[in-house]
């Protein structure tokens, strides 16, 4: 979603997640039109994924959502909101 390759995304950072294929697949997933796209924070960063030269992801990035659930996001598909570095220097 940002084209900005500088960003680092961390544990506690406020994201905006979408999924790419949620379009196309919607009728597999039957969210809601107002929980979509999530927000949530990460919590979690697994890198060394099997597989993953095969869907075209080195790292992916466990997002808590504001709806309770945890979802699984690619790189591509966050947006940065707030990072949590920058919350955390001002106390």
Not at 68 to 81: D, I, P, Q, T, V
């Amino acid at each position: 979603m940002d084209d900005s390759e500088d960003i680092v995304f961390g544990v506690g950072d406020l994201v905006l997640c979408t999924y790419d294929l949620y379009e196309g697949y919607a009728y597999f997933f039957e969210l809601p039109h107002e929980d979509f796209p999530f927000r949530g924070i990460v919590v979690e960063i697994q890198e060394h994924i099997e597989f993953a030269d095969r869907f075209g992801y080195e790292e992916l990035y466990v997002v808590r959502c504001f709806d309770g659930n945890e979802r699984f996001f690619a790189y591509s598909e966050l947006k940065l909101l707030s990072h949590a570095k920058k919350i955390l220097d001002k106390e």
